[in-house]
């Protein structure tokens, strides 16, 4: 069909585009996002802290953007702990689901209100799945402040080795 | 959507091969009797609109889905849908 005819029939209502809708199992999971979302949340709530009590906007910005960050980690944790996480896992490591139930609580925590200890239990939490996220996988991980604020000690792998 | 009761669909996507592969177009008519095996365009209230064929209907009226290829989300993802959110039913495939 030409590029023509199906804008035109788009125009008129009769071309629609339906989704076959397909979950591509592509098997690619990374702690990396959830860590990064973690030390964001923290890095909003020193930004809100700081911030002039009249610059309103800008405190209400760094407030939706705490609140965005907090729940991308639960996204982020939620999927490979639901998609990722089989059996022989939990036998290994049994306290994978109370650490992943931990840093649900401890997001929502995060998105409710702005304690930065909250913020940095989230970012330890998170270290912790991360360190068993490694492990099931063979590779050895080191923790290091991360190079830019707040400069919090973060889980990584150390690949290649 | 649609004109005198047809709509021609572009489908998305790889998870109703082979019958519909992806880039296929389809003419789908509104207001046709749907039973199972039927493929159809649902407006789906997770998913949007999408199209799938019915697996079962259950005794409570819903329309339960299903992908024809491998990779489509499965049966227990879609659920089931009431009718008045199925849009229409595949005539035939036009290319």
């Not at chain 2, 799938?52 to 659920?79: A, I, M, P, Q, Y």
Request: hydrophobic share 40%; charged share 25%; net charge positive.
């Amino acid at each position: 069909m030409t590029n023509a005819l199906t804008k035109l029939l788009e125009k008129s209502g009769l071309l629609v585009t339906a989704e076959a809708h397909c979950d591509v199992p592509c098997g690619i999971y990374d702690t990396g996002p959830a860590l990064y979302h973690a030390v964001s949340v923290v890095r909003l709530m020193d930004q809100y802290l700081a911030a002039d009590e009249g610059a309103f906007l800008t405190r209400a910005r760094l407030v939706a953007n705490k609140e965005e960050q907090a729940e991308k980690v639960k996204h982020e944790i939620r999927v490979i702990w639901g998609d990722y996480v089989k059996p022989p896992i939990v036998e290994k490591y049994p306290n994978i689901h109370e650490l992943t139930h931990s840093i649900m609580m401890t997001a929502s925590k995060c998105k409710q209100d702005c304690h930065r200890e909250d913020g940095e239990k989230l970012v330890e939490l998170v270290n912790g799945f991360a360190e068993i996220f490694w492990a099931t996988k063979g590779v050895k991980t080191g923790k290091a402040p991360c190079p830019y604020e707040p400069k919090l000690p973060v889980v990584f792998p150390v690949l290649g080795e | 959507m649609g004109l005198l009761g047809f709509v021609i669909a572009r489908v998305r996507g790889a998870s109703m091969e082979p019958g519909l592969p992806d880039g296929s177009f389809a003419l789908f008519r509104r207001r046709k009797a749907v039973k199972r095996g039927d493929v159809i365009l649902v407006d789906h209230p997770e998913f949007g609109l999408i199209v799938k064929r019915v697996h079962v209907v259950s005794r409570s009226g819903l329309f339960h889905l299903e992908g024809t290829g491998k990779l489509s989300t499965d049966r227990s993802r879609l659920g089931g849908v009431e009718r008045d959110r199925i849009k229409g039913k595949l005539l035939f495939k036009i290319l």
